[in-house]
């Protein structure tokens, strides 16, 4: 289920970010100067109304499965379900550490004539 939600959010993100590119910054719509360019498929301010509500929905979803992802997945984390707020496991008893052995002594060099 997981990987069906992954794969929604794909194309959801895709299809926002598609519909965001496309719009005009002055909220003229698809990117062209006039409707007259599309064959009067929509008037200007007809296209800048759908692709805002576009965008609006696109957004809405995109939330709602971030969400509902971050839910399924919050105890699916490496450290099995770490969570900040928990009490601190108790300290592990402290034992002393056996003193290191002692190293061995060095030998002389023996010279040779």
Request: charged share 5%; no cysteine.
């Amino acid at each position: 289920m997981i990987t069906l939600l992954l794969f929604l959010h794909l194309f959801v993100t895709l299809a926002l970010i598609g519909t965001v590119l496309i719009q005009r910054s002055e909220g003229g719509g698809l990117g062209i100067g006039s409707s007259q360019g599309m064959g009067s498929f929509m008037s200007g301010r007809g296209t800048a109304n759908l692709l805002t509500r576009t965008t609006s929905v696109l957004a809405g979803i995109f939330m709602l499965l971030s969400l509902t992802l971050a839910v399924l997945n919050r105890g699916a984390s490496t450290g099995g379900g770490h969570d900040i707020l928990a009490q601190p496991p108790a300290p592990a008893a402290v034992t002393p550490a056996s003193p290191p052995a002692p190293a061995p002594a060095p030998t002389a060099p023996t010279a040779t004539h």
